[in-house]
Nanobody, 120 residues
Framework: QVQLVESGGGLVQAGGSLRLSCAASGSIFSINAMGWYRQAPGKQRELVAT???????NYADSVKGRFTISRNNAKNTVYLQMNSLKPEDTAVYYC??????????????WGQGTQVTISS
């Protein structure tokens, strides 16, 4: 069984910063891409940022220059440093990981989500 556990969400004022963490645990052979997605009320879930096992990153245009994704492969953990936060960044943030299981198949896993609220 594999779990993704997120932490670090909360309420901050516009212009502030938050750092999200997501740790994968369980029966894991290796982790390929990891990423962060978000879903605001009444909207579809959208990509925020992804990072490959080799460290290549991809960002949504709306967060470029403000958010930084990173990972610690030894700890099976991905981070999202969010700076210069705006009210429109308010959403539930979900961690995602493409995990190869010991038995062989790759499976896509999601965390439970962490609320990020930015006040104006």
């Amino acid at each position: 069984q594999v779990q993704l556990v997120e932490s670090g969400g909360g309420l901050v004022q516009a212009g502030g910063s938050l750092r999200l963490s997501c740790a994968a645990s369980g029966s894991i052979f290796s982790i390929n891409a990891m990423g962060w997605y978000r879903q605001a009320p009444g909207k579809q879930r959208e990509l925020v940022a992804t990072i490959t096992s080799g460290g290549s990153t991809n960002y949504a245009d709306s967060v470029k220059g403000r958010f930084t994704i990173s990972r610690n492969n030894a700890k099976n953990t991905v981070y999202l440093q969010m700076n210069s936060l705006k009210p429109e960044d308010t959403a539930v943030y979900y961690c995602n990981a493409d995990i190869r299981l010991p038995a062989g198949p790759n499976v896509d896993y999601w965390g439970q989500g962490t609320q990020v609220t930015i006040s104006s």
